[in-house]
C-alpha cells in the first residue's frame, strides 16, 4: 500500500510497509534518534537496536505484525515509522508504537502514520488498538487523542490508552429500477418491481 504524505509546509513523503530489506536503514534511523526520542519510544533508555530486534521489527507479516515507514525520497532516509503488533498468540487486539526523527517531529508525520495504522488494522481484522506513552510526553498524548484514543489508567509516569478500531461503513445496497415514474398508477409502479425483483 504505497502512499504519499504531504506535510503542511509542502513537503512530501513516500509512504510504504516495511520489509526486511529496510534493516540498515532502520538502525541508521534509530541511530539519528536523540537519547530522549529513544527513551520516549521505548519507555526506557535504549542506547541501539540488537540484531535480533532489528530482524523482529523489519520482518513482519502485515497482519498480526504491520510497520510502515516514511521516507524522505531527497535523501533515501527513513523519517519515521508507525507499526501495531499483536501478541505472540495473533488475536484481535494489537499495540502501536510511532517514532519520528527530531528534524522531522512537530509537522504531522506520526499522525498520519497513525491514521494509515488504524485504516491496516481494521482491513486486517483487528478490533482494538493499545499504546502506552510516557505521562510528560505530551506530543504524543495529543496526537493519541486527536485520532481518538482514550485514557485507559496512569501508573509509574506510564499512560494507557486504547482505541476501538472504527468498522468500514456498510456498503449501501444498491436497488435496479428504484426510479418513479411521475404519474404511474401504483399497479404499474408494483408491476415494474416484480419485474426486477431477484428471484
Known amino acids: 500500500m504505497p502512499g504519499q504524505i504531504t506535510l503542511a509546509d509542502g513537503a512530501r513523503l513516500r509512504v510504504r510497509p516495511i520489509d526486511p530489506a529496510d534493516r540498515d536503514p532502520l538502525a541508521d534511523a534509530f541511530a539519528r534518534l536523540s537519547e530522549q526520542s529513544r527513551r520516549r519510544r521505548f519507555l526506557a533508555p ?7 530486534e532489528l530482524e523482529y521489527l523489519t520482518d513482519v507479516d502485515h ?12 535523501t ?20 502501536i508504537a510511532l517514532a519520528v526523527a527530531d528534524a522531522w517531529q512537530r509537522r504531522g508525520i506520526g499522525h498520519a502514520l497513525a491514521v494509515r495504522l488504524v485504516e491496516r488494522a481494521r482491513a486486517n481484522g483487528i478490533t482494538r488498538l493499545t499504546g502506552t506513552t510516557l505521562v ?9 487523542d486527536r485520532v481518538g484514543f482514550r485514557p485507559l489508567s496512569v501508573g509509574g509516569g ?8 472504527p468498522r468500514a461503513p ?30
Open 136 to 144: 510528560d510526553n505530551v506530543r504524543a498524548r495529543s496526537l493519541l
Open 76 to 95: 533515501g532516509q527513513i523519517v519515521g515509522v508507525g507499526r501495531y503488533a499483536t501478541g505472540d498468540g495473533g488475536g484481535t487486539v494489537a499495540d
Open 158 to 165: 506510564v499512560l494507557e490508552v486504547e482505541l476501538d478500531v
Open 170 to 199: 456498510a456498503p449501501r445496497p444498491r436497488y435496479r429500477g428504484a426510479r418513479r415514474i411521475s404519474g404511474s398508477s401504483s399497479r404499474e409502479r408494483r408491476a415494474s418491481f416484480e419485474k426486477t425483483r431477484v428471484r
Open 63 to 74: 497482519v498480526t505484525h504491520e510497520a510502515l515507514v516514511a521516507i524522505d525520497e531527497t
Open 46 to 52: 535504549k542506547p541501539r537496536l540488537t540484531t535480533r
